[in-house]
């Protein structure tokens, strides 16, 4: 139980929501090194089978904006593993747009995804855990919870990722006496798709840097030990945080 070991998850079923792409991947890359069979939720076929053969990992279809599509994920990698360990849920979608210019549309999409899919995911994963009376669940939130990022305007994000810090809260009290772990995981800036455009742009750059105590953005490497650590045994007694990852981004 002590000592280096419990970092490993050798035997663990993870299935990772999101693990084709950037952070989900890296996370799934070093759940995988760290012993766990892997399998990854993702949208779309052709990426998720590419992912899933160089990750050594099973790939399921899941959409998390569709209840009917997660619920069918998560009975397939209990059909084939029998169970989950660990749970990553870090699909993600971003709206960089001034508040009063969002549509209704782009406020609940941005919210169906990010809030709702997390939402989906751990009442289906949870019913499985919940039975089996043990799991650790990881929800990928986002610095943008409890910051507000500058100078780039994006104010749907970050109510959506606030909430699914405040919803991981809830479900680790909640679930906690019957044996399941929740945490948020919060990564600041990093180097994937998702930021692939505004990092082309200086004006946006060049501010989060100066913002960010250790000077650069994150590798999806550097956000993946975090979520090893809080899946792992060896935070068997942490639940309930949102663990931030970002540079020291929310420290000044
Ligand atoms: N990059 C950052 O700076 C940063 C900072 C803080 C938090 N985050 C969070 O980290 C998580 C991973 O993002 P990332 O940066 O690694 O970017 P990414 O590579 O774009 O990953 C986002 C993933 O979410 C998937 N996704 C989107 N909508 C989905 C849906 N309806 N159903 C299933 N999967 C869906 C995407 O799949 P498709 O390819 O099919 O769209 C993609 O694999 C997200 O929750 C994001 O909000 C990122």
């Given at each position: ?9 050798d035997?663990k ?23 766990a ?28 904006t569709?209840?009917?599509?997660v619920?069918s ?7 084939t593993?029998?169970?989950i ?19 209704d549309?782009?406020?609940l999409?941005v ?5 709702n ?18 799991g650790?669940?990881v ?7 409890s ?6 305007k ?5 109510a959506?990722?606030?909430a ?5 809260r809830s ?5 906690a006496p ?7 995981l ?19 750059v ?7 105590p ?6 999806p490497?550097?956000?993946?030990g975090?979520a ?8 068997t ?8 990852v970002d ?6």
């Amino acid at each position: 139980m002590y000592g280096t070991t419990s970092f490993r998850t050798d035997g663990k079923i993870a299935f990772v929501v999101g693990g084709a792409t950037g952070i989900g991947y890296a996370i799934a890359a070093t759940l995988r090194d760290h012993g766990a069979e892997v399998y990854i939720g993702v949208r779309s076929g052709d990426v998720g089978a590419a992912a899933a053969a160089q990750l050594d990992a099973t790939y399921v279809p899941i959409d998390v904006t569709d209840s009917a599509s997660v619920s069918s994920a998560v009975r397939t990698v209990v059909e084939t593993a029998g169970h989950i360990d660990i749970a990553i849920h870090g699909a993600g979608t971003r709206l960089g747009k001034p508040a009063e210019d969002t549509t209704d549309e782009e406020w609940l999409g941005v919210l169906d995804v990010n809030t709702n899919g997390v939402f989906r995911c751990c009442r289906e994963v949870g019913k499985v855990m919940l039975e089996a009376g043990s799991g650790s669940i990881v929800n990928i939130g986002s610095m943008s919870a409890s910051v507000v990022n500058t100078p780039q305007k994006q104010s749907a994000y970050n109510a959506s990722k606030a909430a699914v810090v405040q919803y991981t809260r809830s479900l680790a009290a909640e679930w906690a006496p019957r044996g399941i772990r929740v945490n948020a995981l919060s990564p600041g800036y990093t180097i994937t798709n998702m930021t692939a455009q505004s990092r082309s742009r200086p004006e946006l750059v060049n501010v989060w840097l100066a913002r960010t105590p250790l000077g650069r953005l994150a590798e999806p490497a550097e956000i993946a030990g975090a979520a090893m650590f809080l899946a792992s045994d060896a935070a068997t007694y942490v639940t309930g945080q949102d663990l931030v990852v970002d540079g020291g981004y929310s420290a000044w």
